[in-house]
């Protein structure tokens, strides 16, 4: 996912560059990348699916592609099958491990199962930090009841992290250190290319803090505004439309 992790998680254009895999299989995997970015689902698991058939990938590509097809069918409904994906990520136990255990502790935590999704984020924080993680692991242990303590709490890991960039506002605001109306204010401004995601992100993560609070009349509608507007294979989409489903 590069050196700086994106939530959008399948936005990159060369998902397998530098990889030890031959042309087909990183054909398909990139294809597969754009598929997703532009709302094309079905064919994106299709697309992931010839990628990892073809024997071609490394173990750690291989771990990568199947937990791109796990969000991607998590965003389609299949909630069934990406957890049999994303277990298949964390299998493998490649180098792609800090990666597959944070995307599927998050996936358990939006599926209602926060305090599992927590263990697997602690270890993904063992491997590897960044915002994201971060925000994941904290919002799991608060609605997991799990105390929020150790090496990894959430003040000891938002400590190495640029709280200067965005979502560093909503890390602070985890905190007690900014406003719900501070974090909405700083997710327009910036980068205008990038407005949609920092708006999708303030809707998204200040809705998980309202069902952490038990708030579940004030976290639907910013889960709906986030299943609506957040770009196209984005975590938050896919997490919204799961909260919905556990909130109908």
């Known amino acids: 996912m590069g050196a700086v992790r994106n939530v959008s998680f399948l936005v990159l254009t060369a998902l397998l560059a530098g990889a030890d895999a031959k042309a087909a299989g990183v054909d398909d995997a990139n294809a597969a990348v754009l598929a997703a970015r532009d709302g094309r689902y079905d064919e994106a698991?299709?697309?992931f699916t010839s990628a990892i058939n073809s024997d071609e990938?490394?173990?750690k590509s291989r771990s990568q592609a199947?937990?791109?097809?796990g969000i991607a069918k998590a965003?389609?409904?299949?909630?069934?099958?990406?957890q049999e994906d994303l277990n298949f990520a964390v299998v493998l136990d490649s180098d792609y491990n800090g990666d597959a255990y944070a995307f599927r502790g998050y996936f358990k935590m939006v599926r209602g199962d926060p305090k599992d999704g927590a263990a697997d984020l602690d270890k993904s924080a063992q491997y590897i930090l960044w915002?994201?993680?971060?925000l994941w692991l904290y919002l799991a242990r608060l609605r997991g009841g799990v105390p929020?303590?150790?090496?990894?709490s959430l003040a000891a890991n938002a400590a190495k992290l640029d709280l200067g960039r965005w979502p560093g506002p909503v890390v602070k605001f985890m905190q007690g250190?900014?406003?719900?109306?501070?974090?909405?204010?700083a997710a327009n401004e910036g980068d205008p290319k990038r407005l949609a995601e920092r708006v999708c992100d303030a809707d998204f993560y200040l809705g998980e803090v309202e069902l952490a609070k038990k708030n579940p009349g004030a976290a639907k509608p910013m889960f709906q505004a986030a299943a609506g507007k957040c770009p196209?294979?984005?975590?938050?989409?896919?997490g919204a439309a799961a909260e919905l489903t556990q909130l109908k």
Do not use: C, K, W
């Not at 915002?131 to 971060?134: D, F, G, K, L, S």
């Open 131 to 134: 915002p994201y993680n971060v």
């Open 75 to 82: 965003t389609t409904g299949d909630y069934e099958g990406a």
């Open 232 to 238: 196209f294979a984005s975590f938050e989409r896919m």
């Open 148 to 152: 929020d303590q150790g090496e990894h």
């Open 57 to 59: 990938l490394n173990l």
């Open 45 to 47: 698991i299709q697309l």
């Open 177 to 185: 250190q900014a406003t719900e109306a501070e974090v909405r204010m």
């Open 66 to 69: 199947y937990a791109y097809r």
